[in-house]
């Protein structure tokens, strides 16, 4: 027995852009690109951190590198999916045709992540951030990621010797 045509695709329906749970994480990546990372290592790097689960970490020992630490994310947490196959499906959503309402949302949401990132006031970009979620209605996303992020990077390492 065939089933019959009803016109419509085959598959799962697609998710609109603002309301597919990467798109945060498309605009990560956006910003690495904007921080000099080419559109692979940006995906890539995005992937990692946020899906990776650690595999093995190893002190380099040889070559120009020696010192560095390297980190292996072999596959996503709960997952069988890969980490380089996240970030070709992350890539893949990025590609995707935009109105002009989920452009301006993904730049400024990159911009936030930038700031995040690269910030040298740190209070007035927390302004900012706290501005552009307000504005976009993703005060929860900026304060309970962003925000944080931004307090990492301005916090001052630990040296005080340990007891």
């Known amino acids: 027995m065939v089933t019959p045509k009803t016109g419509r695709p085959r598959g799962r329906p697609k998710k609109f852009p603002l309301h597919d749970p990467d798109r945060y994480w498309i605009a990560y990546a956006f910003a690495l690109q904007a921080s000099g990372y080419s559109e692979r290592a940006a995906f890539d790097l995005a992937a990692a951190q946020v899906y990776g689960e650690v595999g093995k970490i190893e002190k ?94 301005t916090a001052l390492p630990d040296y005080s010797p340990r007891d």
């Open 60 to 153: 380099i020992q040889f070559g120009d590198k020696t010192g560095w630490t390297r980190v292996e994310f072999p596959k996503v947490a709960g997952s069988a999916t890969t980490v380089p196959g996240k970030a070709s499906t992350l890539r893949r959503k990025a590609n995707v045709a935009r109105t002009g309402e989920e452009a301006y949302w993904l730049v400024l949401i990159s911009r936030a992540w930038l700031q995040a990132m690269r910030s040298k006031d740190r209070a007035r970009n927390r302004a900012e951030m706290l501005a552009i979620g307000s504005h976009l209605g993703e005060e929860a996303f900026i304060a309970g990621c962003l925000i944080p992020f931004l307090a990492a990077a």
